[in-house]
């Protein structure tokens, strides 16, 4: 890949249909045809959308459908040809374009906290370990604020489809790992994780801290500039409580009954770490799962604003809050259209 790069991410329900297929295969099968360099279909936890359904693992019944996302990550060209396709099969959901660059080219503006994210398969192996434990404990090392993987189950991998199959030990079906730190941070993981990983892609976008640990660093509203659209996420540990509920599923339900939140996503780790916790998954034979989760919200800037006082209010304590531009975003919800897909 060239110097700057494009994702385009989609957020919709898993059963979500068109033209007879579901909509993520359908989705992903595009994704094929294109030969788009790196894509993965991660399921949600929990989540709702402008139709206002909360979603959830705990309420979920075989019938019913969980919130997915799809990122597709190339060239900016051939992300932009995919918008007019992907717009015309989406019915309900939200779509979005970020930025994002290359490394080792130079970052923009020299930003100092950054997300350095990067596909690995689910069987990748370093040094006899899964290789994702390899890539969190570099990271861990090199002093990365957290780090958090997600286990795809679908996606592309050097233009090729890769999908989880019962049959099948899915050994190049990706995963994504997500991390956060500091532009030095990204360099030197950039400069250290090729020598234990087979000619790795990153991409790195900036980012700006809004809280950790309950310590207040920005405000959204700070971090806006002229962009008309951000994305917050909020990264807890799962079995982290508030009033007895998890930090999650309570910003769920409150996002959900505000007059302002057009939507919210929640995506589980399957290993990761934040702050000075050891990266981890489960801890067995606990109850409660340990691992991180992220709550990500995506909406007008002004929503975030509104959404960003529930946020502080849950996490007086506890878990790592960012915010990011959004260059370009669109919501669909059976013919009604919210933003554009246009990129400045």
Not at 217 to 231: C, H, I, N, V
Not at 291 to 316: G, R, W
């Amino acid at each position: 890949m060239n110097d700057e790069i494009l994702t385009l991410t989609t957020y919709f329900a898993e059963r979500e249909r068109t033209n007879d297929r579901f909509l993520a295969d359908e989705m992903l099968h595009l994704f094929h045809d294109r030969g788009i360099a790196a894509s993965v279909l991660v399921r949600g936890i929990a989540g709702f959308g402008v139709s206002n359904v909360v979603l959830s693992d705990r309420s979920l019944s075989l019938g019913e459908s969980a919130p997915v996302t799809i990122s597709a990550v190339d060239h900016p060209e051939r992300i932009l040809a995919l918008t007019d396709p992907v717009e015309a099969m989406t019915a309900r959901g939200v779509i979005t374009l970020q930025r994002a660059h290359d490394l080792p080219s130079p970052l923009p503006a020299n930003p100092e906290d950054v997300r350095l994210s990067l596909n690995l398969g689910r069987k990748q192996r370093v040094a006899g370990k899964p290789g994702y434990v390899a890539v969190c404990a570099v990271l861990h090392r090199l002093g990365f604020e957290g780090a958090i993987v997600f286990l795809g189950v679908d996606g592309t991998v050097a233009g090729q489809r890769r999908r989880a199959r019962f049959f099948s030990d899915n050994a190049e079906v990706p995963l994504l790992i997500a991390a956060v730190g500091t532009a030095a941070q990204a360099a030197e993981a950039v400069d250290e994780l090729p020598r234990i990983l087979p000619d790795p892609v990153f991409r790195v976008e900036p980012i700006g801290v809004c809280k950790k640990h309950g310590q207040k660093l920005a405000d959204p509203r700070e971090l806006a500039g002229t962009s008309p659209f951000q994305k917050l996420t909020v990264r807890t540990a799962e079995d982290t409580l508030i009033d007895g509920q998890p930090i999650h599923r309570a910003l769920i339900e409150r996002l959900k009954d505000s007059d302002h939140a057009s939507g919210a996503t929640v995506l589980r780790g399957m290993w990761g770490y934040l702050g000075t916790d050891r990266p981890h998954g489960d801890r067995f034979p606990e109850l409660a799962r340990h691992v991180p989760v992220s709550t990500v919200i995506v909406d007008t800037t002004p929503n975030i604003a509104a959404s960003y006082a529930i946020v502080d209010e849950l996490t007086e304590h506890n878990g790592m809050v960012t915010c990011e531009a959004v260059p370009a975003m669109l919501g669909l919800h059976d013919g009604q259209r919210i933003g554009t897909l246009e990129l400045d």
